[in-house]
Every structure is written in C-alpha cells, then in structure tokens.
C-alpha cells in the first residue's frame, strides 16, 4: 500500500520497530485524515491488501471483544477501540 511505503521510508531510520512508537505514528497519521480521504485509500487497495485490511480490523476488534469480557488485554495497540 502506498501510504504504509511512505510511512516506512519517512520513519525508517528514525523510531524502533517497537509497538508502541508505530502505534503513535499510525493514530497522529489517521488524525489528519477525514472519512473521504480514508475511503479513498481503502478505494485504491488492491484485492489482497484490502482483505488484509479486513482481517486485522476483524481480527483487532474480536479482541478487543473478548477482552471485554474476561478483563484481559487481547490487543497491543491503545487505539483501535
């Protein structure tokens, strides 16, 4: 996807690869974005990112679910729900 290659090349050599630094670049980018711009990138994925796209949303959210009903946390990220 066009947006993750830029992402990577603009923080490549400047942040670890650790969960929380790549948690903080993926919500402040979506910040800047409204519906249409985010619809749009998902417009322009092609067959197989678009359900990997899919799969982690559902994946991430099951979760989350889960986590809400056993206390424990499921997911890694702060932000997803």
Do not use: C, P, W
């Not at 993926?26 to 359900?51: C, G, P, S």
């Not at 982690?56 to 206390?71: P, W």
């Amino acid at each position: 996807m066009k947006l993750v290659d830029e992402l990577f090349a603009m923080y490549r050599n400047k942040i670890t690869d650790d969960e929380e630094d790549l948690d903080m670049i993926t919500f402040a980018v979506l910040e800047h974005y409204d519906r249409n711009e985010l619809l749009e990138i998902v417009k322009e994925m092609d067959q197989h990112e678009l359900q990997y796209f899919i799969r982690l949303y559902l994946l991430e959210s099951l979760k989350g679910k889960f986590a809400q009903l056993d206390g424990t946390d499921y997911t890694n990220s702060r932000h997803l729900h």
